[in-house]
Each structure stands twice: as structure tokens, then as C-alpha cells.
């Protein structure tokens, strides 16, 4: 079974200034899909950033970048800009290649501070 | 495209009830995931399925049980609701990919209260 953690339950960061989130994970399979989850109060989770686990390159998404270090087990989230409209949970997950079914990180919430 | 919708989306049962909640994917996908939210727990995958079939089960008791039809919809049910079933149950869809797991794209979520 995996497991994945998120050690900042909590995180706050000026408008226009970069915040990175944490993740780390456990697992013993080697082909595996990591992703970054926004939920915003209120409101629909939506995926913000994909990286699968054989891919070397960082995944990035506009202002949105991950640090992926597959040896440590580490998958952080780099928000550039931060941006009010930014504000909400961010989840880390992963996912095997067995289907749809992600294992989540318990959250981080992220403030932005005008 | 029409996103994926969840009925009903507030529900207030008494223990020892049962429910059902019915969540409509997108148009084309045929994987339909289930998760619960707690505050306690954070988020948990209940089961996937795909073409009808439970293709994926998560670690709950039987009493959660789904299923889904020919046109992709799905509903989950909960058998003699317990209080720590109150939730947010979400449903997620996804098309299926030719690799891998793919995005999945989440509805609102139906907040079960059970007392």
C-alpha cells in the first residue's frame, strides 16, 4: 500500500510572491502518476499539475511546477505569482497503473494575503 | 461539455437508514471513482468502476456498496448509516486512457449528515 504526506497543514504567502508545498510518498512500485489537486472553498476539485513517475522532467503548468525527486520520494508543488484566486486545499495524490483510484495527502491550506 | 453532477448534493439521514447518491459523469468518460471526505479522515477512494464492472475497491465495510449503468451513470449506496458516515462524498470521471491513470474530473459532492 502507498502512503502520502503533506507536513504543512498550513500555508500562507503574499500576493505576487512564489509558496512551495510539500509532499512526500511512500510506495514500492516503480511506474506510478503523482498529482497536485486544488480544491477551493466551497468549490470542485480540479487538477492543477500531472507528473508521471518515468518522466525525469519537471511537469510545469503556467505558474504552476513541480520538483519531483523519485529517490526521495518527494513531490513538491511551486506556485510563481501567487494570485488571490489561488487560495484553497491543495492535495498531493498518487495513482498506480491499475486504474483510477488516487491515495490523497491530508491537505494543504494555502492563504494568499493581498 | 456538461461536468459531472452529483445528486442529491445535501442530505440529512437518521442512523441506522439507508442511502443512495447518484453521480452522472461526462459525457464519453466511462470510469466513474467515488471518494469520502472527513475532516478526520481527509479523502478516501471507495471504488472505481468501469463498463458496469467494479474495476477498483477501496478499504470500507460492505455496507458501501455501487454500481453503474450502461450509460456510465453510477450511484453508491450506504446501508445502515452510521455517524461517522457523515461526509462529503465525492464522484470523479475519467475517459479512459490508453496508459496510465488520466485526469479525473470531480463534481460538487453530496453532503450526507447522518444523525
Known amino acids: 500500500a502507498q502512503t502520502v504526506t503533506q507536513s504543512q497543514p498550513e500555508m500562507s504567502v503574499q500576493e505576487a510572491e512564489t509558496v512551495t508545498l510539500s509532499c512526500t510518498y511512500d510506495t514500492s512500485e516503480s511506474d506510478y502518476y503523482l498529482f497536485w489537486y486544488k480544491q477551493p472553498p466551497s468549490r470542485q476539485m480540479i487538477l492543477v499539475i500531472r507528473?508521471?513517475?518515468?518522466?525525469?522532467q519537471n511537469a510545469t503548468e503556467n505558474r504552476f511546477s513541480v520538483n519531483f525527486q523519485k529517490a526521495a520520494k518527494s513531490f513538491s508543488l511551486k506556485i510563481s505569482d501567487s494570485q488571490l484566486g489561488d487560495a484553497a486545499m491543495y492535495f498531493c495524490a498518487f495513482s498506480n497503473n491499475a486504474g483510477n483510484m488516487l491515495t490523497f495527502g491530508g491537505g494543504t491550506r494555502l492563504m494568499v494575503k493581498p | 461539455k456538461a461536468g459531472v453532477t452529483q445528486t442529491p448534493r445535501y442530505l440529512i439521514k437518521t442512523r441506522g437508514q439507508q442511502v443512495t447518491l447518484s453521480c452522472s459523469p461526462i459525457s464519453g468518460h466511462r470510469s466513474v471513482s467515488w471518494y469520502q471526505q472527513t475532516p478526520g479522515q481527509g479523502l478516501q477512494f471507495l471504488f472505481e468502476?468501469?463498463?458496469?464492472?467494479?474495476?477498483n475497491k477501496g478499504n470500507f465495510p460492505g455496507r458501501f456498496s455501487g454500481r453503474q449503468f450502461s450509460n456510465s451513470r453510477s450511484e453508491m449506496n450506504v446501508s445502515t448509516l452510521e455517524l461517522g458516515d457523515s461526509a462529503l462524498y465525492l464522484c470523479?470521471?475519467?475517459?479512459?486512457?490508453?496508459?496510465?491513470?488520466?485526469?479525473?474530473?470531480f463534481g460538487p459532492g453530496t453532503r450526507l449528515t447522518v444523525t
Open positions: 470523479a470521471s475519467s475517459p479512459i486512457p490508453r496508459q496510465g491513470p488520466y485526469e479525473q474530473y
Open positions: 507528473q508521471e513517475a518515468y518522466k525525469q
Open positions: 468502476y468501469f463498463s458496469e464492472t467494479q474495476r
